[in-house]
């Protein structure tokens, strides 16, 4: 069945509901498929409901990619300042400010982020069908595209010249999340990079695991760091391993059997401290200077590889120098991580040597637009993901 829509766009979630949204204010008709029963599901469920929809600090220095400066041409047409104000207009969503430029709705409901959406499209006359699996898509010999889904149980088949590819990527099943749009770039000859969990917790395995486990609920700021990069935020230990913002940034620069480092005093320094401890006479133990930066239960767990027990006084320059190393540079080798389905988005995906940096359609199939999650670009925790994401639909609606 030829179908009289400018784009069939696949995928419900931020990128396609952007999409279909902008295309609608420019007076365009599209089709958007989503697999599950309501839009925006992983909208929904981001920042625990609350969804940190864009990030004032963002740059091309927030993202992960062979080739970041790729994001030059989409950024140079959706501003954050775009975000807020598309939100705004359309949703009434009036945004607040939390740490690090974070923007959450002031009611703090992910909810009115798609309402905003639902109601664009509803307002523009979009459709959009629900409960639809996308089966294959092909080129047909006229050059269109025959897109095959499963609505409803009832298999049919859709002719058009366009289809934009915004379907996610692998985190996170229970939500619908699959390889669709990877496996139809790879399908149409198009390369796709290495992938990976990304802002995801880190597992710790072997002799060490009792010993983060013994943590578990304690959260300490640190400064978290490798030779690439650091990150300055609250880490979370836990019964396998290591969470929290910190460690979840740093997920996204990690690969296995690398060591990355943890200074869990960022703020001061410890040799100092204990040079003035000396200084009035030395009479406190390491265990009690450290009860003034961390808690019984963290000081007692370092009990394990410094002299607790030992006064500042008593403190050998060995030993002194072992209490501010293991403090100011903790070494932790992960085993691996949590998997897709704790990870918050997937690193990786395709080149963007394949799509054009202005429009994202595929070089080698015209008609053929890639956005989103699935493309390599991936963000830092904090908005800067859904930065992307309607960035990218913003584009892509332009030319389609």
Same mark, same amino acid.
């Given at each position: 069945m030829t179908v009289d829509y400018d784009a069939i766009i696949i995928g419900a979630g931020?990128?396609?509901?952007m999409c279909a949204a902008q295309a609608g204010l420019l007076g365009k008709k599209t089709l958007t498929l989503e697999r599950n029963d309501k839009p925006g599901a992983k909208i929904l469920i981001s920042g625990g409901g609350r969804c940190n929809y864009t990030n !004032? %600090?963002?740059?091309? *220095?927030?993202?992960?990619? @062979? %080739?970041?400066? !790729?994001?030059?041409g989409i950024f140079a047409q959706w501003t954050v300042e775009d975000t807020v104000s598309f939100f705004e207009t359309f949703g009434g969503v009036q945004p607040q400010e939390k740490t690090l430029g974070q923007l959450f709705p002031t009611s703090n409901k992910a909810k *009115? #982020?798609?309402?905003t959406f639902t109601k664009v499209l509803f307002d523009t006359r979009q459709d959009l069908w629900l409960n639809t699996l996308v089966l294959a898509i092909e080129k047909t010999i006229e050059g269109s595209y025959s897109v095959t889904v499963d609505r409803n149980g009832k298999k049919e088949t859709l002719i058009t010249s366009k289809v934009v590819l915004a379907s996610g990527g692998l985190p996170v099943h229970k939500l619908g999340a699959s390889d669709f749009a990877l496996r139809i770039a790879r399908q149409f000859e198009m390369e796709v990079l290495p992938t990976a969990p990304a802002l995801v917790p880190l597992t710790i395995t072997g002799k060490d695991a009792a010993w983060y486990a013994s943590l578990s609920g304690n959260s300490v700021f640190a400064r978290v760091y490798n030779e690439k990069i650091s990150f300055e935020e609250n880490i979370l230990f836990t019964h396998w391993g290591l969470s929290g913002p910190a460690i979840l940034q740093i997920s996204s620069y990690w690969k296995p059997g690398e060591i990355f480092t943890m200074d869990l005093l960022p703020k001061f320094d410890l @040799?100092? #401290?204990?040079k003035e401890e000396r200084s009035r006479g030395g009479k406190r133990t390491v265990g009690q200077i450290l009860n003034d930066y961390f808690t019984k239960k963290m000081v007692d767990a370092m009990g394990e590889f410094l002299p607790n027990n030992l006064k500042i006084a008593s403190l050998s320059k060995v030993d002194a120098n072992l209490v501010v190393e293991t403090i100011h540079k903790f070494k932790v080798k992960a085993a691996g991580d949590k998997g897709y389905d704790k990870a918050e988005v997937m690193r990786g995906g395709i080149s963007t040597e394949e799509l054009h940096p202005k429009t994202l359609e595929s070089k080698k199939n015209p008609g053929l637009y890639f956005g989103g999650e699935a493309v390599d670009i991936t963000g830092w925790l904090g908005?800067?993901? !859904? @930065? $992307?994401? $309607?960035?990218?639909g913003f584009a892509i609606a332009q030319d389609i």
């Amino acid at each position: 069945m030829t179908v009289d829509y400018d784009a069939i766009i696949i995928g419900a979630g931020a990128c396609g509901l952007m999409c279909a949204a902008q295309a609608g204010l420019l007076g365009k008709k599209t089709l958007t498929l989503e697999r599950n029963d309501k839009p925006g599901a992983k909208i929904l469920i981001s920042g625990g409901g609350r969804c940190n929809y864009t990030n !004032f %600090n963002t740059s091309l *220095d927030n993202f992960v990619s @062979q %080739n970041p400066k !790729f994001l030059k041409g989409i950024f140079a047409q959706w501003t954050v300042e775009d975000t807020v104000s598309f939100f705004e207009t359309f949703g009434g969503v009036q945004p607040q400010e939390k740490t690090l430029g974070q923007l959450f709705p002031t009611s703090n409901k992910a909810k *009115d #982020i798609v309402s905003t959406f639902t109601k664009v499209l509803f307002d523009t006359r979009q459709d959009l069908w629900l409960n639809t699996l996308v089966l294959a898509i092909e080129k047909t010999i006229e050059g269109s595209y025959s897109v095959t889904v499963d609505r409803n149980g009832k298999k049919e088949t859709l002719i058009t010249s366009k289809v934009v590819l915004a379907s996610g990527g692998l985190p996170v099943h229970k939500l619908g999340a699959s390889d669709f749009a990877l496996r139809i770039a790879r399908q149409f000859e198009m390369e796709v990079l290495p992938t990976a969990p990304a802002l995801v917790p880190l597992t710790i395995t072997g002799k060490d695991a009792a010993w983060y486990a013994s943590l578990s609920g304690n959260s300490v700021f640190a400064r978290v760091y490798n030779e690439k990069i650091s990150f300055e935020e609250n880490i979370l230990f836990t019964h396998w391993g290591l969470s929290g913002p910190a460690i979840l940034q740093i997920s996204s620069y990690w690969k296995p059997g690398e060591i990355f480092t943890m200074d869990l005093l960022p703020k001061f320094d410890l @040799q100092t #401290i204990l040079k003035e401890e000396r200084s009035r006479g030395g009479k406190r133990t390491v265990g009690q200077i450290l009860n003034d930066y961390f808690t019984k239960k963290m000081v007692d767990a370092m009990g394990e590889f410094l002299p607790n027990n030992l006064k500042i006084a008593s403190l050998s320059k060995v030993d002194a120098n072992l209490v501010v190393e293991t403090i100011h540079k903790f070494k932790v080798k992960a085993a691996g991580d949590k998997g897709y389905d704790k990870a918050e988005v997937m690193r990786g995906g395709i080149s963007t040597e394949e799509l054009h940096p202005k429009t994202l359609e595929s070089k080698k199939n015209p008609g053929l637009y890639f956005g989103g999650e699935a493309v390599d670009i991936t963000g830092w925790l904090g908005g800067y993901n !859904f @930065q $992307w994401a $309607w960035a990218a639909g913003f584009a892509i609606a332009q030319d389609i």
